[in-house]
């Protein structure tokens, strides 16, 4: 890790793990992981927290930005709040298991 991050905001950053029959057929086929993250995330943050948190190494991050869905109940119309994706793509041999609530 080149940058120097604050630990306290590299906590934040993860909002919680994507857990999805698509995310699950991701993890097996490509060993990426997805995470919900803040809407301000980069990167190198989302990268430095992973490898923090889980005890991992990261090789790659990709970022998704998606839109909140248009909602309506009656004559109400509503919106659901935008949400930001990190895919992270572990080096070989490296795993995070959720089942067991840390690095396996």
Same mark, same amino acid.
């Given at each position: +890790?080149?940058?120097?991050?604050?630990?306290? %905001?590299?906590?934040?950053?993860?909002?919680?793990?994507?857990?999805?029959?698509?995310?699950?057929?991701?993890?097996?086929?490509n060993?990426?992981? !997805? &995470?919900?993250?803040?809407?301000? $995330?980069?990167?190198?943050?989302? =990268?430095?927290?992973?490898? +923090?948190? &889980?005890?991992?190494?990261? =090789?790659? !991050?990709? +970022? $998704?930005?998606? =839109?909140?869905?248009?909602?309506?109940a @009656?004559?109400?119309?509503? %919106?659901r709040?935008?949400? %930001? =994706?990190? &895919?992270?793509?572990?080096?070989?041999?490296?795993?995070?298991? &959720?089942?067991? @609530?840390? $690095?396996?």
């Open positions: +890790m080149s940058k120097n991050f604050n630990p306290e %905001r590299l906590l934040q950053v993860l909002v919680a793990p994507q857990i999805s029959e698509k995310a699950t057929y991701i993890a097996d086929k060993e990426q992981v !997805v &995470f919900i993250v803040t809407p301000d $995330a980069t990167k190198p943050e989302v =990268k430095a927290a992973v490898e +923090m948190l &889980f005890k991992v190494e990261v =090789k790659s !991050v990709q +970022m $998704a930005n998606l =839109k909140g869905k248009v909602k309506r @009656g004559r109400n119309i509503g %919106r709040s935008d949400i %930001r =994706k990190a &895919f992270v793509c572990l080096k070989p041999g490296q795993e995070i298991n &959720f089942a067991e @609530g840390g $690095a396996a």
